[in-house]
């Protein structure tokens, strides 16, 4: 059973930085998607940053020149850099990615259990 697991959130100061990660476990034959969504509370879960197999990214206007989203394919991992953070950034981030795997044997969708994060002075 693939299983994904995110940490490195926190409490950082307004203008810091985190360092996201989500890490893939299980038996798994290929990633495609890995993406990061957040939620900030009584919000919905809005995509922050996605990358594809081929390497295209693509970000949320609210995070472009702050965020970078990167991957470690030998340990099927996916980070999220951020940078000059803001309280506005402060929700619960979710990793996803998209996975051929068994038991099905098809392309599904897994997700993370989320890491929160809060900025604030």
């Known amino acids: 059973q693939v299983q994904l697991v995110e940490s490195g959130g926190g409490l950082v100061q307004p203008g810091g930085s985190l360092r996201l990660s989500c890490v893939a476990s299980g038996i798994i034959f290929r990633i495609y998607d890995m993406d990061w969504y957040r939620q900030a509370p009584g919000k919905e879960r809005d995509l922050v940053a996605g990358?594809?197999?081929?390497?295209?990214?693509n970000y949320a206007d609210s995070v472009k020149g702050r965020f970078i989203i990167s991957r470690d394919t030998f340990t099927n991992t996916v980070y999220l850099q951020m940078n000059s953070l803001k309280p506005e950034d402060t929700a619960a981030y979710y990793c996803r990615m998209r996975v051929l795997a068994p038991p099905t044997y098809t392309v599904f969708e897994v997700w993370g259990q989320g890491t929160l994060v809060t900025v604030s002075s």
């Open positions: 990358l594809a197999s081929d390497g295209t990214t």
